[in-house]
């Protein structure tokens, strides 16, 4: 046994994650970076929760309102607080609420340290656009860099570099250039050499020339324009830290620094399901193992059920599930479905599933599903009719110009593959950000700022919050701007704002 009751303590810790490292790596043949695990209070919790999970981050004011909000929140009993918390970093960084029982403690360790690890280490989507050793040093670099422009530029002037670039960093990220890995410490060794020029070319004599003397926006000093601006651009934030007329060096560097940032966690919300589907999958597989080794005891093992069934309960949408799906519920009933049409496949099982059903090989079949695909593609190619009918899964028509909703899909054949496909479109990552691309911008004459949100009808943006981004943008840009909403289909424009 490695431990009777509910309280742990460091010796226990060690002991149940060698038995759960030797399970993970002998019979799940799980690939991990190497893992460490941190216990931190409930208050430290809510730190972690003000950073967005990460471990260090640059002041603003935003993570203090986080705070104060997630703190009355908690007191007040509206929300509670994670059992754990991970990096997606080498090494792995774990965090575990020193509330949790043993038994917690155990499950939180399989689930994160092993489940959430090993998803980060091989799933192609985190492969492609992520360095997980560097992003600590990025962050060490960037908390740096904004405090020292905190001491020399001022707390205010920093502050509105930050709001702005914050409010638009969901269009800072390249969305089609994955196969071109962030490389974080050559981002980071560039800033170093881009400030150590730009002290190297300091002449404080440029602020005594008259102002039609000094070297006209737009153009070389030897009067050549600047070349291609390579639009349309879909990243807004790289356009204005490369071209924004008003900017200093160090705003573009802190523009810089957002955008990076936000490029690293581009890839989880396209993961999501398949993530917590595969942590949830393995700590269940391991807390089981763990019992019927008799390691742990029968109360430990109801406890882990209890908790499991916590997770994954998935609520109907009038009993505060929401519109979305649970991602524990529904991944982990995908994980554990794949595991079943590989050993007991039934005669539909192999009709839907013809190239693993009945192989025998679960495991190896759920590498390739946790590395190979993301949650779109992962629903598209997985769901089948059992999670649908286990779900009670059907499909509605809401066609405006009639007076009811139309079931068009229904548990038949062609309604399965409707169903299926329209829950994968759910997951389709061209629907988490709006598509907003810069389509001119002329530097030598107006220098207004033009813009695109390609859309259709009944999809506009919200006008408050529209008009406030663009507010932002306008700061970072120093000129006018104009947004138009075009029709994808037609081309037709629906709407329009305007900046002077």
């Not at 960037?142 to 020399?152: D, K, L, N, P, Q």
Request: charged share 25%.
């Amino acid at each position: 046994m490695l431990y009777s009751g509910t309280d742990w303590s460091f010796p226990i810790l060690r002991d149940c994650y060698g038995e759960i490292d030797r399970i993970a790596s002998e019979e799940l043949k799980l690939d991990t970076y190497p893992n460490r695990i941190e216990i931190i209070t409930s208050e430290q919790m809510l730190d972690v929760y003000t950073s967005h999970g990460m471990p260090i981050s640059y002041p603003h004011w935003s993570a203090g309102k986080r705070f104060v909000s997630h703190e009355n929140a908690y007191k007040r009993g509206l929300m509670g607080l994670a059992y754990e918390v991970v990096i997606n970093s080498s090494p792995c960084i774990s965090y575990l609420m020193e509330e949790n029982s043993a038994t917690m403690q155990a499950l939180v360790i399989a689930h994160a340290a092993f489940g959430h690890n090993h998803f980060f280490k091989n799933n192609r989507l985190f492969r492609e656009w992520t360095d997980s050793t560097q992003i600590l040093d990025y962050l060490e670099f960037a908390r740096g860099y904004v405090a020292r422009c905190e001491e020399r530029y001022g707390v205010k002037a920093v502050e509105r570099i930050l709001d702005a670039a914050h409010a638009l960093q969901n269009q800072g990220v390249d969305r089609h250039t994955g196969s071109k890995r962030l490389d974080l410490r050559q981002e980071q060794e560039r800033a170093r050499e881009r400030r150590a020029y730009e002290d190297e070319q300091f002449n404080d004599l440029w602020r005594t020339l008259p102002e039609g003397q000094k070297p006209a926006n737009g153009k070389t000093e030897s009067g050549e324009p600047l070349a291609t601006l390579g639009l349309p651009e879909e990243n807004i934030l790289y356009f204005l830290e490369k071209n924004a007329p008003r900017l200093a060096n160090w705003e573009r560097e802190i523009i810089r620094i957002v955008r990076l940032i936000a490029q690293y966690f581009y890839p989880q919300p396209q993961a999501k399901l398949m993530n917590e589907g595969c942590a949830t999958w393995v700590h269940n597989f391991i807390m089981h193992r763990l019992h019927d080794k008799k390691l742990i005891d029968d109360s430990a093992i109801l406890e882990v059920i209890h908790s499991t069934s916590n997770v994954i309960t998935q609520r109907g949408f009038d009993e505060g599930g929401g519109p979305n799906f649970n991602p524990y519920a529904l991944g982990f009933a995908m994980m554990t479905d794949i595991a079943r049409v590989c050993t007991d496949p039934t005669a539909e099982d192999r009709l839907w599933f013809p190239d693993h059903a009945g192989n025998h090989d679960p495991i190896g079949t759920l590498h390739h599903a946790w590395a190979e695909y993301r949650d779109e593609s992962f629903v598209q190619q997985f769901l089948s009719p059992k999670v649908i009918r286990d779900f009670r899964l059907f499909r509605l028509e809401d066609d405006l110009s009639q007076p009811y909703l139309l079931v068009d899909a229904i548990h038949d054949d062609a309604g399965y593959r409707e169903i299926r496909r329209s829950v994968a479109a759910s997951y389709d990552p061209g629907l988490l950000a709006e598509e907003i691309e810069i389509v001119g911008a002329d530097l030598t004459g107006d220098r207004i700022l033009r813009l695109e949100h390609r859309t259709r009808p009944g999809k506009l943006l919200q006008p408050t919050d529209a008009r406030l981004t663009l507010e932002h943008l306008g700061a970072l840009w120093g000129y006018g701007v104009i947004l138009k909403e075009v029709d994808s289909q037609t081309g037709a424009e629906l709407g329009s704002y305007a900046l002077a």
